[in-house]
């Protein structure tokens, strides 16, 4: 047995209270291929942790594969030589498990060039990741690098910017579009995802049901499921709290929720509304 070395963040590196957590010795070798094809704030640093056991790592060459996206976004880089980033990315470390959270982007591309990969696809309903997604962003916009803080706007749109936790009249003025871009962006990428999957080989769950899918996520990847480590299933949870979506004209909000992302919400959650929410996450005092 050995232990990875690599670019990403390992299971023991990935809580808050590090002290408390095991350290698992990994395999020097690749077990099996597979990809946490969940968006940002589901769950990305759980599923990590639930295969400490394995070679697994959270956010692998973070701001390098999100630099090659952009350019592949913007044409500076085609599609080949982007399969190819893909391909070296991958070898780098032989991952068994590489949960990262811009996976999503380019789920077809790794269903076409990885034949063997399995695929997890974790999906949180709209105003849970909604309101963790601004907490996130408000809580490390001042200390994240300028490539960071391009890349949260991806999720919240131009309204956003890294300071607005520091100026409250600019952030009530600005969190209505911010929170229609998150809306936006949850709907057409989890859209894309499920478009995109390869469902022989995929095991979809919510974020709400991932500690009792260990079975199923150990069956999918084909190792017992007493290898996972479900005590690693709950990590990174935030705990500041701004209560934007309090802020935010109810009325509106709902209809902003139903118009991007009521067809999602019904198929898989189909009993939670936003008053629901609302009512289960109260404002912080």
């Excluded at 070296?88 to 034949?115: G, I, K, Q, T």
Aim: proline letters at 6%; aromatic letters at 10%.
């Amino acid at each position: 047995m050995g232990v990875v070395v690599a670019t990403g963040e390992p299971a023991a590196n990935i809580a808050t209270d590090r002290a408390s957590l095991p350290v698992y010795a990994r395999p020097a070798t690749r077990q099996f291929r597979a990809f946490n094809v969940g968006i940002a704030k589901t769950g990305t640093r759980s599923v990590a942790g639930i295969f400490a056991r394995y070679r697994s790592l959270h956010e692998l060459l973070f701001p390098e594969t999100v630099a090659a996206l952009e350019a592949r976004e913007r044409g500076a880089k085609d599609d080949a030589d982007f399969r190819a980033f893909l391909r070296w990315r991958d070898a780098l470390c032989d991952l068994d498990m590489d949960s990262s959270s811009y996976n999503c982007h380019y789920v077809d591309a790794l269903a076409e060039e990885f034949p063997d990969a399995k695929f997890v696809f974790v999906i949180r309903d709209c105003f849970g990741w909604l309101d963790s997604m601004l907490n996130m962003a408000l809580l490390i916009g001042p200390i994240s690098p300028e490539w960071l803080v391009g890349y949260l706007g991806r999720f919240l749109g131009p309204s956003w910017e890294a300071d607005l936790a520091d100026r409250p009249a600019d952030l009530r003025r600005r969190a209505p579009a911010m929170a229609e871009a998150g809306l936006s962006y949850w709907a057409r990428t989890n859209r894309f995802v499920l478009e995109h999957l390869a469902m022989e080989r995929s095991l979809i769950v919510r974020a709400s049901e991932l500690s009792d899918s260990l079975p199923r996520v150990a069956a999918l990847v084909g190792v017992p499921a007493e290898t996972l480590a479900p005590e690693l299933s709950r990590l990174h949870r935030g705990r500041t709290k701004y209560g934007i979506l309090h802020d935010l004209d109810f009325a509106w909000l709902a209809e902003i929720a139903e118009h991007y992302c009521g067809e999602l919400m019904r198929e898989f959650f189909p009993r939670l509304t936003l008053a629901d929410f609302l009512r289960s996450h109260p404002r912080p005092s």
